[in-house]
T-cell receptor, first 114, second 112 residues
Framework: GEDVEQSLFLSVREGDSSVINCTYT??????LYWYKQEPGAGLQLLTY?????DMKQDQRLTVLLNKKDKHLSLRIADTQTGDSAIYFC??????????????FGAGTRLFVKA | DVKVTQSSRYLVKRTGEKVFLECVQD?????MFWYRQDPGLGLRLIYF???????EKGDIPEGYSVSREKKERFSLILESASTNQTSMYLC???????????FGPGTRLTVL
């Protein structure tokens, strides 16, 4: 079945790089996403990658996609205390509902130490 | 600026009460979703709707129903609230194009 897995907790020091990893099961997904949830707020799309790409870079964010291993990662360079949040990996598998259903992982809580 | 609003940020209800959670989006999105978020479990899809008056069950629909009478509004109904429905409820909407979902701030529901 459809499943997205990620570790629940990551702690880094301010200024270091953070790498959040995720594995997914459905190879039919056209898009893979990273969402960010700050305390007391809903989720907000951080970045996404097409399944035909291996890498996407956007300022401090780098997304790597390994389709063979169904592995997605998010790297945050020069991590700041404001990056402390929960990060959700997600995929949109194709199906008879038109492919717009999104499967979310459990979320990785990133804790940045000053 | 895109916006998804939810009727309440915090709600406290008693077991057996009927509960309505309202969600409104101003982006003319076709798709709307209701999730519940629990620690360690992430987001679980309760129901979604891809058009007015259309609805489909998600992964955990038991104990819930939904209503979508207008494109911009998607309501979640707990017919008879139970303590195991204490949770954070998140509403989202999306266009089919790239499936980016826009989330509301959430409603934290406590059932006593």
């Amino acid at each position: 079945g459809e499943d997205v897995e990620q570790s629940l907790f990551l702690s880094v020091r301010e200024g270091d790089s953070s790498v959040i990893n995720c594995t997914y099961t459905d190879s039919s997904s056209t898009y893979l996403y990273w969402y960010k949830q700050e305390p007391g707020a809903g989720l907000q799309l951080l970045t996404y990658i097409f399944s035909n790409m291996d890498m996407k870079q956007d300022q401090r964010l780098t997304v790597l996609l390994n389709k063979k291993d169904k592995h997605l990662s998010l790297r945050i360079a020069d991590t700041q205390t404001g990056d402390s949040a929960i990060y959700f990996c997600a995929e949109s598998p194709k199906g008879n509902t038109g492919g717009f259903k999104t499967i979310f992982g459990a979320g990785t809580r990133l804790f940045v130490k000053a | 600026d895109v916006k998804v609003t939810q009727s309440s940020r915090y709600l406290v209800k008693r077991t057996g009460e009927k509960v309505f959670l309202e969600c409104v989006q101003d982006m003319d999105h076709e798709n709307m979703f209701w999730y519940r978020q629990d620690p360690g479990l992430g987001l679980r899809l309760i129901y979604f709707s891809y058009d007015v008056k259309m609805k489909e069950k998600g992964d955990i629909p038991e104990g819930y129903s939904v209503s979508r009478e207008k494109k911009e509004r998607f309501s979640l109904i707990l017919e008879s609230a139970s303590t195991n429905q204490t949770s954070m409820y998140l509403c989202a909407s999306s266009l089919t194009r790239n499936n980016e979902q826009f989330f509301g701030p959430g409603t934290r529901l406590t059932v006593l």
